[in-house]
């Protein structure tokens, strides 16, 4: 029998065909978060190297006037921001996938939320501390 002659099975039903969604019910938004994520990150990576390297082997008085100027903490907090997103979701997919039992699964999610947020506000403090000259 000619392959082509044959339909097609799917295991999806023909309302999740026609919005495209997974059984989760959210299609591949987080696969694309994470590429976006990822993406910012590494458009960020060579300014943020060139600050590190530039804050190498300074006291607190010259970090802060490095990190005092404008462009510098916005591209610092625009990478913790990735980061932590992008860490976020990374981490969740992994929870997802591999712990089953539904009321520890719910646990680790919600302090994968609240690590993952607790890291960016920490960053973003000490960032606009430092930067502030404080």
Known sequence: MNTADTPKRSMRTPLGRV???GA???GT???WRQRIT???MTL???PVLVIVMMLLGRNQAG???ILSS??????LLLFIAAS?????IGMQVVIEDYIHNEKLKLVSIMLNNFFSIAVALASTYAILKLSSGV
Do not use: T
Request: glycine letters at 0%.
């Open 84 to 88: 932590a997103w992008h860490m976020k």
């Open 29 to 31: 938004s987080d696969f």
């Open 19 to 21: 919005r495209n969604l």
């Open 24 to 26: 989760a019910h959210s």
């Open 63 to 65: 970090a802060a006037q």
């Open 44 to 46: 960020l990576m060579i």
């Open 38 to 40: 990822a993406v910012a």
């Open 70 to 75: 404008l462009p510098v903490a916005l591209i």
